[in-house]
Nanobody, 123 residues
Framework: QVQLVESGGGLVQAGGSLNLSCVAS???????MGWFRQAPGKEREFVAG????????YYTYFVKGRFSISSDNAKNTVYLRMNSLKPEDTAVYHC?????????????????WGQGTQVTVSS
């Protein structure tokens, strides 16, 4: 059984930065982790993913160049560094874990999910 706990969300002005963290308990080796977000009234969408055993990363187009995903395997932690934040980045951000190393951009392809952390970007 794996538990995921996100932290680091908050309120920030447009143009600002936040660093989200996701700590995993349990088996994470040879896994992939992803960040998803859901804004009120909108569908959940994939943001970024990382393969924990190979370090490969993948980003959706609307965060490329602004967000960066990384991992510290010794701490079982994945980070999402978010720069140049925009009001449209406002959402609840969830991390998710797949029990294989292949990154996927679909929520249902993952095996475990965190409760989420709120990110609010003011204009």
């Amino acid at each position: 059984q794996v538990q995921l706990v996100e932290s680091g969300g908050g309120l920030v002005q447009a143009g600002g930065s936040l660093n989200l963290s996701c700590v995993a308990s349990g088996r994470t080796f040879y896994s992939a982790m992803g960040w998803f977000r859901q804004a009120p009234g909108k569908e959940r969408e994939f943001v970024a993913g990382i393969s924990l055993s190979g370090g490969n990363t993948y980003y959706t187009y609307f965060v490329k160049g602004r967000f960066s995903i990384s991992s510290d395997n010794a701490k079982n932690t994945v980070y999402l560094r978010m720069n140049s934040l925009k009001p449209e980045d406002t959402a609840v951000y969830h991390c998710a874990l797949k029990l294989d190393r292949n990154i996927r951009d679909t929520w249902d392809d993952y095996d475990y999910w965190g409760q989420g952390t709120q990110v609010t970007v003011s204009s």
